[in-house]
């Protein structure tokens, strides 16, 4: 897709955003393919990790002449998609709280941004895949320790266990991951680059434009067809 205008939220123009190392990377690329790269002012920013698209129109499609007609006066409109950059803590915090928080997080946002039913959302976990790995080492030194405190007779590391056994399993994280697009019928996409981010994203807006029928799917940087895992 070219002559783009790629609009992020406030928050990730900041130091502490998630794909602020690689903001310059993706406005060169961005730049190579005739578009550009916004930021959204901090009061039009309501939902932190937002991206918007708004595309150069110069014509429409003619239904009756089955044909694109040039437009007058081309125009730039909003596309009715839009992307929501999470933190994989964030997103496993909400499902460990249970009770459909995590759907229910989705929901709100889409009310508080003003989509519509037929509009589609995206919703990118950074970092997932490190916290299945930090998760394991934690867990392995947790059973190290349990292992060396049996043979010295001695009794510790309970609150690292109570705090450990706190967390959702990654089988429970994926199953909560899997029910919310099934549910809601929204793109996920996870163990994702920085770098990737944005022209994956393009890419991935660029061909559910092209299968209007599409609703749900996983997306990975190895992986850009959609398909249920």
């Not at 409109?77 to 915090?93: C, F, M, Q, R, S």
């Not at 009310?111 to 509009?119: F, K, N």
């Not at 990737?196 to 990975?220: M, S, Y």
């Amino acid at each position: 897709m070219r002559e783009i205008h790629l609009y992020l939220s406030h928050d990730l123009s900041l130091p502490s955003s998630p794909i602020a190392g690689a903001l310059p990377e993706i406005r060169a690329r961005l730049t190579d393919n005739l578009s550009e790269l916004l930021f959204l002012d901090e009061l039009d920013s309501p939902v932190p990790g937002t991206i918007k698209f708004r595309r150069h129109l110069k014509a429409k499609w003619d239904g009756r002449a089955k044909r694109f007609v040039p437009l007058d006066q081309p125009t730039w409109v909003w596309e009715g998609t839009v992307l929501i950059v999470v933190p994989a803590a964030e997103v496993v915090d909400k499902i460990a709280h249970g009770d459909g928080i995590l759907g229910t997080w989705l929901a709100d946002n889409r009310l508080t941004l003003g989509l519509s039913e037929g509009d589609q959302v995206i919703v990118i976990v950074k970092g997932l895949q490190k916290y299945y790995a930090k998760t394991k080492t934690l867990a392995n030194r947790e059973f190290t320790a349990a292992a060396r405190a049996g043979i010295d007779g001695l009794q510790g590391g309970g609150s690292a266990a109570a705090a450990l056994s706190s967390r959702p399993a990654k089988e429970v994280i994926e199953r909560e991951l899997v029910k919310l697009q099934v549910e809601q019928g929204r793109f996920l996409v996870h163990g994702m680059a920085s770098l990737l981010v944005a022209p994956t994203a393009i890419d991935h807006v660029a061909q559910w434009k092209r299968r209007k029928t599409l609703k749900i799917g996983f997306v990975t940087s190895q992986q850009t067809s959609p398909s249920v895992q």
